[in-house]
């Protein structure tokens, strides 16, 4: 399935030009609740700091009550996320930000940089950028438990293309984890890494990474079993995809450590579960994207408790 939010706010957020004359804003100002969203607080600083992006994004309008519902907002799909149990790793945070400073030419000091000289502070958009990749998260889920197609459903799309079934890549996979401590990270990571990637360059087949693994230290290798294409983890699918059987991903660093994904067996294969997946995620999300976002923000306002002090 493509993205949820083609135009997605991590990709588009801040449209400025980079030391165009950013005020400096004091990070020790005072602070005070404005709202309680079901029991979560949103404060001055809160609303402050999101003023300050809409401005970097060149935002017209009334800033300060457009910055005030976007942080009602955000608290209610944070408080969402919660219920639901998503957690988004920090290792991913830190490689979106990395990845927006790329695209826009900076290194990640200098947007860092920019981020706290205007006042949205790294830490708010670093915020941001968690709530956003949550509730993409959650829309997707939403979407593919709405859009489930019935059986019925599938035979006929599929007389519509002239009764062949699609395909799609079945995967059998194994996961190697050069293990962390949250501890330890600062002090390990770069070298479990290494690790990682000099047992990657010597991978030669699933069957032979337990023996690999022999000799060296917290490395856990879990044997993930047999996944379809359109269920692969949207962090892991791009580096999947476009590798072959008995090869292996790039290695990554998550919360757990350093890692990456063995490719045991691969082929296409065709059955009902296959067809039922892809109609299910197949096509342009965008218009409805929309809608499920706006029907579900919706839902989670008429049930929560907002207070505005």
């Given at each position: 399935?493509?993205?949820?939010?083609?135009?997605?706010?991590?990709?588009?957020?801040?449209?400025?030009?980079?030391?165009?004359?950013?005020?400096?804003?004091?990070?020790?100002?005072?602070?005070?609740?404005?709202?309680?969203?079901?029991?979560?607080?949103?404060?001055?600083?809160?609303?402050?700091?999101?003023?300050?992006?809409?401005?970097?994004?060149?935002?017209?309008?009334?800033?300060?009550?457009?910055?005030?519902?976007?942080?009602?907002?955000?608290?209610?799909?944070?408080?969402?996320?919660?219920?639901?149990?998503?957690?988004?790793?920090?290792?991913?945070?830190?490689?979106?930000?990395?990845?927006?400073?790329?695209?826009?030419?900076?290194?990640?000091?200098?947007?860092?940089?920019?981020?706290?000289?205007?006042?949205?502070?790294?830490?708010?958009?670093?915020?941001?950028?968690?709530?956003?990749?949550?509730?993409?998260?959650?829309?997707?889920a939403r979407f593919q438990h709405d859009a489930k197609m019935s059986e019925q459903d599938v035979v006929q799309r599929m007389l519509k293309q002239g009764g062949d079934k699609p395909t799609a890549t079945e995967y059998i996979l194994q996961q190697v984890i050069f293990v962390v401590p949250s501890a330890e990270r600062k002090a390990k990571l770069n070298s479990r890494v290494r690790e990682a990637e000099?047992?990657?360059?010597?991978?030669?087949?699933?069957?032979?990474?337990?023996?690999?693994?022999?000799?060296?230290?917290?490395?856990?290798?879990?044997?993930?079993?047999?996944?379809?294409?359109?269920?692969?983890?949207?962090?892991?699918?791009?580096?999947?995809?476009?590798?072959?059987?008995?090869?292996?991903?790039?290695?990554?660093?998550?919360?757990?450590?350093?890692?990456?994904?063995?490719?045991?067996?691969?082929?296409?294969?065709?059955?009902?579960?296959?067809?039922?997946?892809?109609?299910?995620?197949?096509?342009?999300?965008?218009?409805?994207?929309?809608?499920?976002?706006?029907?579900?923000?919706?839902?989670?306002?008429?049930?929560?408790?907002?207070?505005?002090?």
């Amino acid at each position: 399935m493509k993205t949820l939010l083609a135009a997605s706010a991590i990709a588009t957020a801040l449209a400025f030009t980079p030391g165009a004359g950013l005020p400096v804003v004091s990070q020790a100002q005072a602070s005070e609740i404005r709202y309680v969203v079901n029991n979560l607080p949103v404060t001055s600083y809160d609303i402050a700091r999101r003023t300050a992006f809409l401005k970097l994004q060149r935002r017209k309008g009334n800033l300060r009550e457009q910055a005030e519902n976007e942080m009602v907002e955000q608290a209610l799909r944070t408080v969402e996320m919660q219920r639901l149990n998503v957690n988004i790793p920090k290792s991913a945070i830190d490689e979106n930000f990395a990845s927006f400073a790329q695209r826009n030419k900076l290194s990640v000091k200098q947007l860092s940089s920019i981020l706290n000289r205007s006042g949205v502070t790294t830490a708010h958009f670093k915020e941001f950028i968690r709530v956003q990749m949550g509730w993409q998260s959650l829309l997707r889920a939403r979407f593919q438990h709405d859009a489930k197609m019935s059986e019925q459903d599938v035979v006929q799309r599929m007389l519509k293309q002239g009764g062949d079934k699609p395909t799609a890549t079945e995967y059998i996979l194994q996961q190697v984890i050069f293990v962390v401590p949250s501890a330890e990270r600062k002090a390990k990571l770069n070298s479990r890494v290494r690790e990682a990637e000099n047992m990657r360059a010597r991978f030669s087949g699933c069957d032979k990474t337990h023996d690999q693994a022999k000799g060296l230290l917290d490395v856990t290798i879990r044997d993930l079993g047999r996944v379809l294409e359109p269920e692969l983890p949207p962090d892991w699918a791009p580096l999947i995809k476009p590798i072959k059987e008995g090869q292996a991903t790039k290695v990554r660093t998550t919360d757990r450590g350093a890692e990456f994904i063995a490719i045991c067996k691969a082929k296409l294969v065709s059955d009902d579960r296959v067809a039922q997946m892809v109609f299910t995620n197949e096509g342009d999300m965008g218009e409805q994207a929309k809608a499920l976002n706006d029907k579900y923000m919706k839902e989670l306002r008429g049930r929560s408790r907002i207070v505005k002090r």
